[in-house]
């Protein structure tokens, strides 16, 4: 089969390997859809590491001598089925964290069902929209607050589609001027550039006077943490959903951001398993929104390409070419 692997700055190619065996507990499937995390995936393209040393590809995986393979977000067909497994079918639809490969192989812990009424290239962004909604739940904003979003690749435009879900007064915010188009599209009722002039007085006007109560930072940029603390009201709290591989030229905890009192707090996605919102929770409140068209993620699914245009599509990413934000991967 083929897989997708990354060796070294932008080199992106196709292995030949063996189709993986199924686990007793577990099953193969055969990928419909992968869907690319542009923030993730194109960073290990650019092999940038995630610590100061640079030591490390992704957190606890240090960066290896050979090729590493790219992607989690795969939605598959099964095609074979453990033998201690009883309740997966052949010819299911299951979501997988597999990487862009034909085929996929989990034990049935790790995997979950395609609900009817949930389409297949939707649900292959399932991980993206964890994130996000894992974002918003560590900020809590109160019903009728403001929420702020700076940074509108997969997960900021996922934010702008829960946010707006949710109900809360959603402004989105990015230098691209498609993706500001794309947040409008999925509800956002403000969307902005911040090279528009008085932004954030436009940003004050639409929250009546107020300023955000939330701001939820997706842009993988200090200087959008710089924004975000800037424009946050007092005792407010600005949420980190993004990783960065820039320094700030500013400190985050001194004038004038001390006297505000705020909550600076980084999230990876849901609760621990086992909590209130956990991963299984989480997923189960998305399906239901997307079943009863609460929320929409289509428009943020900009690119639909087949799996052996994947090396092209990173390479117009890392030219951050203005008019691709979700891309969806045909197998």
């Known amino acids: 089969m083929k897989r997708l692997v990354v060796e070294g700055p932008k080199n992106a ?43 490390y590809l992704h957190g606890g995986q240090k960066f290896p001598d050979g090729p590493v393979e ?13 033998s201690e497994v009883t309740d997966y079918s ?22 979950f069902k395609i609900p009817a009424g949930v389409s297949y290239e939707v649900a292959a962004f399932m991980n993206v929209l964890h994130v996000a909604q894992g974002a918003i739940r ?16 997969v997960v900021g435009l ?16 990015d230098l691209n001027d498609k993706r500001v188009e794309i947040a409008r599209d999925m509800g956002a009722g403000l969307s902005i550039s911040p090279s528009t002039p008085g932004y954030a ?13 939330l701001v939820i930072e997706a842009a993988s940029s200090w200087r959008a943490i710089k924004t975000g603390l800037d424009l946050v009201r007092p005792d407010g709290t600005v949420i980190v959903v993004a990783r960065h591989t820039d ?23 849901p ?28 428009p943020m699914i900009t690119d639909t390409i087949s799996w052996d245009k994947i090396p092209d599509i990173y390479d117009r990413l890392d030219k951050e070419e203005q008019d691709i934000a979700g891309v969806l991967v045909k197998w």
């Not at 686990?23 to 995936?41: D, M, Q, R, W, Y």
């Not at 010819?91 to 995997?111: A, R």
């Not at 007085?201 to 109560?213: A, H, L, S, T, V």
């Not at 320094?247 to 996605?269: A, I």
């Open 201 to 213: 007085k436009k940003i004050k006007e639409f929250f009546n006077g107020q300023d955000p109560d």
């Open 13 to 55: 190619y196709f292995q030949d390997i063996d189709i993986p065996s199924c686990p007793k507990n577990g099953i193969v499937a055969k990928a419909l859809f992968t869907a690319i995390s542009t923030g993730t995936e194109v960073r290990v393209y650019r092999w940038l590491p995630v610590d100061p040393e640079g030591e």
């Open 70 to 82: 790219n992607g989690y977000c795969m939605v598959g067909e099964v095609i074979e089925i453990g």
């Open 158 to 173: 996922s934010a702008v589609a829960f946010s707006n879900a949710f109900g809360f007064n959603t402004v989105a915010m």
């Open 271 to 298: 609760e621990l398993e086992g909590s209130r919102w956990d991963k299984e929770a989480s997923r189960e409140f998305t399906f239901d929104l997307l079943r009863k068209n609460k929320m929409d993620i289509k």
């Open 247 to 269: 320094k700030p030229d500013f400190d985050p905890v001194g004038h004038p951001y001390l006297s505000k009192k705020l909550t600076l707090k980084t999230s990876y996605g």
């Open 90 to 111: 052949i010819g299911d639809v299951v979501y997988m964290g597999e990487p862009h490969q034909e085929y996929g192989s989990s034990v049935v812990d790790n995997i």
């Open 138 to 153: 560590d900020g809590n904003p109160k019903p009728g607050e403001n929420v702020l979003i700076l940074g509108l690749g």
